[in-house]
């Protein structure tokens, strides 16, 4: 690995780290899509301030960024407020404008500065380490390695201090009004973070790169744990591993960087969505198929215990019976009959079906809960 | 006339026209077909399947070799199409709301459209030039053919909808009672989703996979603003979308350096803010209006009815009450209450009796007395 | 089990051994139930108990994990055209762009069949359910700009013109005025008078004697069914809602002297 390729990764693994810490509560609140809205209406921002101060590297232009990611948040909140459209159509209406805006600014007195439309969406981070860090003429790597860590500190400081507060307003949006703590606040703080760290990460990493992180990773954590602390940790691990294996891929291909990292983000998702324990795919389907014999001989025990010592017994206590009345298959029900016998739960004299004192247990379990 | 000369040239003017038509086509079909996805709360559904249409242009381009609409359109629809069941799959499945599923679907498929598009560029003798035009659009490449092959999947899709069109209302409407009546109601929502997937892929060379949401929602979002009524719904959202297709083809192909997506996307969401601050009934400025004659009523019929009260503390109900006595009783000052007693004047409720002094007329005392018993229900 | 011994072909609906589950946590548990033709049924039971999964399975919109249903002797699916449906009235989304009228008609739909259009008859009928629940003149209105009352009243109109001989509805009494009440109240005698049967989620035990004649309690469990006189009894009502029978069987009585003045008067 060359210097520049550490860097690349490093800058990359810092990214993808501060996207997670607000994409967990993005996805948790149900806002995943603002950060789609907010990341590509922070264009207009950026291309504003630019003209004012014909620099890309100046501090203005994240502060303008912000802001207009700040302003996105409260015009879909004002459209909302209408009433006139629904709130996803409001995310919907309201972002596009603001992306158009900037984009033909781009195209139509931008374009031969460095900021193109497929910067944009792409970022170019092959590129981070050529913006050097030079404090007092060391250089001391890329500056936007430095940001990014200011951004991940400033994310990490946040939901630090704020941890129960964000827990609260999370969780119990009643409460949290209740005990005083203003949900709107807390939400515009969030959406603040959001915006910066999209803002920061944008240059880099495009802002495709920046929804897949702030989405696809703390989505994948949320079906691994129940615990908040342990989902964003697990986040920002699927973050970095990200960011890693998206690099490598890229570099063995020679394809787009920031593309190669959102696929991964999508890989690790799919592998989460299949093998997560107790919520993953393969677990469910287990599950599922067990519960289905499971359930089958609670249902036929229950049946059962309805109808024992009943004038109608034997006729609803017949094998035939759950053909007609229970709509099950005759192999279905069959089978069930079997694993009923062999779990003891019952015992069929002819085509007669007995519970057990075991079956009546269960019956009895089965009904209580 | 400058217009009609501009008109007549669009007419006659082979890539204008072609690009004219192209976007009225993608107008109409995204108006209607987003109206049912706006309605069944589904706007942003549009933003992931356009965005995971990208890996299957670019698929279909790698796999074939070829750039022919046709293909690129297959290979979109497959992969949106794909996209969307993979989203449904994660909202049924798991605790991920609808939301994170959607950013989700769109962003990693996009991530892995640009992969594909970076390795079709490395590519030393494949002709990749123009794919990129599916990120923002660019009507102006529009041929002919392609939009035969728009105009044809745009009909089949309008074809589809008006066919089944009592069928997708009780979807959108109330699908437990469709169902109870015997429709297949989860056949039904495949059918309408792939409607819009095909509204999409259609819009895509125009209007690029980053914007081609807001054609869905947009139009609609506008519609629904002037009309109480499906049909007359679908109908407008076409129109508009139409209307901001052309314009903002037209636009984009006279400016320099203007991309077509953004530009229709303006000239739409334009036709949105209008819409919801004048469309009558239910545009803001409407409201506005509608809020102040109402409270300009109630000022109105409060002073009269003050007046009311002080005439029934006096034997003779047509002694003048002074301004200064009605002052204390009302929300505003002497002079709020001397142009209320003006304007009553005129509706012939009140008499001036002397300065400052007022009497209820006949008429007055009669609507007075309707005032209180009407409040009283 | 006083519906047991009642004969097939007296019978709108023939429940047997339904179960539904949402993975392994059983909502209805091996339920039984005859309901005979013509009359007026409340299915009554605390929050939870199933009673709205029970009538969405009887209507095959809730997939059971077994058990049969028949209406009027044969499956749910050959009977369609003799079934009639109100849903909740908070199931759909009231800003949707279209009128009374419209909303009505779609109760032709199914005898419609495909592609086909609504025309003057749907009109016709759809205008006569809709004065039927005093609701003619609005039958242009959008349906945004009802109250809860009159929303309720659409839903009926369109199951009337349904021209239904089971009819099942969900809650029509939940947060109505006074006056829809009544109207509905009187509209279901009709169609009992009419020999329809008329299924009815409730909540409110209090009218359930007054409005009733049949009634099914159920709590995941089927408690009992049966005319109302025999099985509305406080023993059934504890065993269906647990702890709070002091409370019921209060409300109850009050129920009780209710219907007897109502009696006393015709």
Not at chain 1, 134 to 151: K, R, W
Not at chain 2, 330 to 338: K, L, T
Not at chain 3, 21 to 44: E, Q, R
Request: hydrophobic letters at 50%; aromatic letters at 8%.
């Amino acid at each position: 690995m060359n210097p520049a390729q550490i860097e690349i990764q490093l800058i990359a693994i810092v990214v993808a780290v501060a996207c997670a810490l607000p994409g967990v509560f993005l996805v948790l609140r149900r806002m995943a899509l603002m950060s789609d809205a907010i990341s590509h209406a922070i264009l207009l921002g950026i291309v504003l301030a630019f003209f004012v101060v014909k620099d890309l590297a100046s501090p203005l232009l994240v502060i303008a960024a912000a802001l207009t990611g700040v302003l996105t948040v409260s015009l879909v909140e004002l459209l909302n407020k209408t009433k006139l459209v629904k709130e996803d159509a409001a995310i919907g209406l309201v972002f596009p404008v603001l992306f158009s805006m900037g984009v033909i600014l781009i195209s139509r007195f931008a374009g031969d500065v460095h900021l193109d439309t497929d910067a944009v969406l792409l970022g170019e981070l092959a590129f981070a380490p050529f913006n050097r860090f030079e404090p007092f003429g060391y250089d001391i790597g890329p500056i936007t390695l430095y940001v990014m860590a200011g951004i991940l500190l400033l994310n990490l400081l946040f939901i630090i201090i704020f941890y129960k507060e964000l827990k609260v307003a999370t969780f119990d949006p009643g409460l949290a009004a209740s005990i005083g703590l203003s949900p709107a606040i807390i939400h515009y703080a969030l959406m603040s973070l959001v915006s910066v760290t999209a803002v920061g990460a944008f240059d880099a990493v495009g802002s495709i790169l920046v929804v897949a992180l702030m989405i696809a990773p703390p989505a994948a954590a949320y079906l691994m744990t129940n615990d908040l602390k342990w989902m964003i940790i697990i986040s920002a691990v699927i973050g970095i591993l990200s960011a890693v294996t998206g690099y490598w891929c890229a570099h063995i291909f020679d394809v787009s960087i920031a593309g190669s990292m959102a696929t991964m983000t999508g890989v690790f998702f799919l592998l989460s969505f299949f093998l997560a324990p107790k919520r993953g795919m393969l677990s469910i389907w287990q599950r599922r198929s067990r519960q289905k014999w499971e359930f089958a001989i609670k249902m036929l025990v229950v049946h059962l215990s309805h109808h024992e010592n009943l004038p109608e017994a034997k006729d609803e206590s017949r094998i035939d019976h759950l053909q007609r009345h229970f709509e099950w298959n005759k192999d279905f029900a069959e089978r069930v009959v079997r694993r009923a016998e062999k779990s003891e739960s019952i015992i069929t004299v002819g085509d007669i079906m007995e519970l057990t004192d075991k079956g009546r247990q269960l019956a009895g379990e089965s009904v209580v809960k | 006339m400058e217009l009609f000369g501009f008109l007549g040239e669009i007419i006659t003017d082979y890539t204008l026209r072609t690009v004219a038509l192209g976007s009225a086509i993608l107008g109409i079909i995204s108006g209607a077909l987003g109206s049912f996805a706006v309605l069944r709360k589904q706007s942003l559904l549009g933003d992931a399947i356009s965005h995971a249409a990208l890996p299957g242009i670019a698929f279909a381009f790698i796999l074939t070799g070829i750039k022919s609409p046709i293909i690129l359109i297959i290979g979109a629809a497959v992969a949106g199409w794909f996209g969307t069941l993979l989203m449904l799959s994660v909202i049924k499945n798991t605790r991920i709301k609808t939301d994170g599923a959607l950013g989700l679907i769109l962003s990693t498929f996009f991530g892995f459209g640009l992969v594909l598009l970076t390795y079709i560029q490395k590519q030393p003798q494949a002709n990749q030039a123009g794919l990129d035009k599916f990120l923002f659009g660019q009507a102006s490449t529009l041929l002919q053919s392609d939009v035969i092959i728009m105009g044809i999947l745009g009909a089949i899709a309008l074809v589809i909808l008006m066919l089944f069109w009592k069928e997708f209302k009780i979807l959108t409407f109330d699908p437990d009672f469709g169902e109870s009546i015997g429709l297949p109601i989860r056949l039904l929502d495949i059918l309408i989703t792939f409607l819009l997937v095909i509204a999409i892929v259609i819009g895509l060379q125009t209007v690029g996979v980053v914007l081609m949401s807001a054609m869905v929602v947009a139009p609609a979002a506008a519609a629904r603003q002037w009309t109480n009524h499906l049909g007359l719904m679908v109908v407008l959202a076409g129109i508009f979308g139409i209307i901001a297709g052309v314009s903002g083809a037209i636009i984009s192909s006279v400016g320099a350096k203007l991309p077509t997506g953004p530009i229709i996307v303006l000239c739409i969401s334009l036709i949105v803010g209008i819409s919801m601050l004048f469309a009558p009934n239910r545009g803001l400025v409407w409201n506005w209006i509608r809020r102040r004659i109402n409270r300009h009523r109630l000022h109105l019929e409060a002073v009269l009815s003050d007046l009311y009260e002080l005439t029934l503390h006096h034997e003779r109900r047509d002694h003048p009450h002074s301004v200064r006595a009605l002052e204390t009783m009302s929300i505003g000052g002497g002079e709020f209450v001397r142009n209320s007693l003006r304007e009553l004047q005129t509706k012939g409720w009140v008499k001036n009796v002397s300065g400052d002094e007022w009497a209820l007329t006949e008429s007055g005392l009669a609507k007075a007395n309707d005032l209180v018993k009407e409040r009283q229900v | 089990m006083n519906d047991r011994n009642l004969e097939s072909k007296d019978l709108s609906i023939e429940v047997a051994d339904l179960t539904v589950a949402y993975g392994d946590k059983p909502v209805l548990w091996d339920i039984d139930l005859n309901v005979p033709k013509g009359i007026l049924m409340a299915i009554v039971g605390p929050n939870g108990a199933g009673k709205t999964t029970m009538i969405k399975s009887i209507l095959g919109l809730v997939k059971p994990a077994a058990g049969r249903v028949l209406i009027l002797g044969k499956p749910y699916h050959k009977q369609r055209h003799l079934i009639g449906y109100v849903p909740q009235r908070g199931s759909v989304d009231w800003d949707f762009p279209t009128s009374v009228l419209d909303v009505v008609m779609m109760g032709r739909y199914g005898a419609l069949g495909w592609v086909k259009r609504p025309g003057k008859k749907e009109r016709d009928m759809a205008l006569e359910a809709l004065d039927k629940v005093g609701m003619k003149k609005f039958s242009d209105r959008q349906i945004s700009q009802l109250s809860g009352g009159q929303q309720q009243r659409v839903f009926l109109a369109r199951a009337l013109v349904q021209e239904a001989e089971v009819y099942f509805m969900d809650e029509p009494f939940q947060g109505v005025d006074a006056i829809t009440e009544r109207a509905i109240i009187t509209l279901l005698r009709e169609l009992r008078e009419a020999g329809k049967t008329v299924v009815v989620v409730h909540h409110d035990l209090q009218t359930v004697p007054e409005y009733f004649d049949w009634v099914t309690l159920i709590n995941v469990r089927r408690i009992a069914s049966g005319p109302v006189d025999e099985v509305f009894t406080d023993e059934n009502l504890k065993t269906a809602y647990g702890g709070r029978v002091a409370f019921i069987s209060h409300r109850k009585q009050e129920a009780n002297e209710h219907v007897d003045i109502g009696e006393d008067r015709e």
